[in-house]
């Protein structure tokens, strides 16, 4: 939080749901998304149901 970075990136769907949940608990405003999605996104193979923790600056990419 202290660096204002708007995304936080995770190796696995553990580190995923914990760094989650510590945002929505002390209200931090940055999205948590895996490292896969990235790696699809930018391959153009993520799907659209699949943006689900993109913000809204990602979420249209490529679609």
Known sequence: ???GATYVVTPCHNCHAQIEDLAHHHGADYHTVHLWTLICLSLGILGENERTYL???LAEYGL
């Open 55 to 57: 913000g809204p600056d």
């Open 1 to 3: 939080m202290a660096t």
